[in-house]
């Protein structure tokens, strides 16, 4: 993708700036819609290029104002982060489908080409599977997050039917990469290891997730802008299944930390997020855009230790 007027909401976040800087390198033009609740994690180099408004998604007035004359709408806002989610059930839900609505009239106000939402592996829930999920098999969301990400999945799906709005659905599995804060697994091990504490794991350890590097996912994301019509929905998943004791332990190695590695009980609200076992096939994704994410999570996690370093 090139010389397009892309907006991205969420864009000062973890996926979202890195997104942003992709954009921005390809030569587009860039406009963000944040109201940086993580702070601005956008290089400050990129942040000089782009145009940037700190706006609440839902505010749709100020969405559709700040959306004219753009060819595609990048939809990653959101709030999450399981203890977080579990904290603040109305606002997280508040947030996905007010959200939704905005950017929804401002592309049909707009005649904005194509919508890009960030949905979520979270959508399969607690299907423990022997295989890989693929977007076919029927969900089972289960927090509000997941809940509020497949009603817009849903609506994106039914804005085409209706409006002839093109939009595409990525359900991302577990992203990793430079940025990220400890509200997720990866950089918790992080900040433990560093300081030599414990590395504490929740439960047996045995649970698996399928980690994606997050250069990949916006490749992937980017790709998924340019092309396809209609309404789709696409897993953005390594199809790699790594339990997280591994993670621990994969860590703890590429630290070098003397940390030990703690299995303690989850706090009693993460209970119910507590998912035994998911990895997902990215088959729909290659098949339709030629790529899928191939950064072994070994491999991700060393180029971001060199990155953490400089
Ligand atoms: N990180 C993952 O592993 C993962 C997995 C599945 C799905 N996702 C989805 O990808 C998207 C990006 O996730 P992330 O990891 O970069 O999260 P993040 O929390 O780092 O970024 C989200 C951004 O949205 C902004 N935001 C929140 N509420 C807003 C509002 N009302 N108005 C404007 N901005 C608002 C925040 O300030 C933040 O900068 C989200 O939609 C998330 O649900 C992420």
């Not at 439960?203 to 490749?219: H, L, S």
């Amino acid at each position: 993708m090139k010389n397009q007027r892309v907006v991205v909401t969420g864009g000062a976040g973890f996926i979202g700036s890195h997104l942003v800087s992709q954009l921005v390198e390809a030569g587009n033009e860039v406009v963000v819609i944040d109201i940086l609740l993580r702070g601005n994690k956008i290089p400050q180099e990129i942040f000089k290029k782009i145009e940037f408004h700190r706006v609440d998604v839902t505010d749709r007035e100020k969405v559709i104002e700040i959306s004219k004359g753009a060819d595609i709408i990048y939809h990653f806002a959101a709030i999450l982060g399981v203890d977080i989610v579990a904290d603040n059930p109305i606002e997280t839900m508040e947030t996905e489908v007010n959200g939704m609505q905005s950017v929804a009239a401002a592309a049909i106000q707009n005649q904005i080409k194509k919508i890009v939402y960030a949905s979520t592996s979270g959508v399969y829930g607690h299907l423990a599977l022997e295989k890989s999920v693929d977007e076919e098999i029927l969900v089972d969301p289960r927090t509000s997050y997941a809940m509020a990400k497949r009603y817009n999945e849903i609506y994106l799906a039914s804005l085409f039917e209706e409006k002839g709005i093109h939009s595409v659905a990525i359900r991302f599995f577990n992203v990793y990469g430079l940025r990220q804060d400890n509200r997720m697994v990866i950089p918790r091990f992080f900040e433990q290891a560093a300081v030599n504490d414990p590395i504490t794991v929740f439960g047996t350890g045995e649970q698996t997730r399928d980690f994606t590097y997050v250069e990949d996912a916006v490749k992937a994301s980017i790709l998924l802008g340019e092309k396809g019509k209609g309404f789709e929905i696409f897993n953005v998943a390594n199809e790699r299944e790594s339990t997280i004791g591994e993670v621990a332990d994969l860590i703890k190695e590429l630290t070098k930390s003397s940390s030990e590695i703690k299995f303690i009980d989850a706090p009693k609200k993460r209970y119910d997020y507590e998912v035994g076992r998911r990895f997902g096939s990215s088959a729909k994704l290659e098949n339709h855009i030629g790529y899928k994410p191939n950064t072994r999570l070994k491999e991700g996690l060393q180029v971001l230790i060199g990155d953490l370093m400089n």
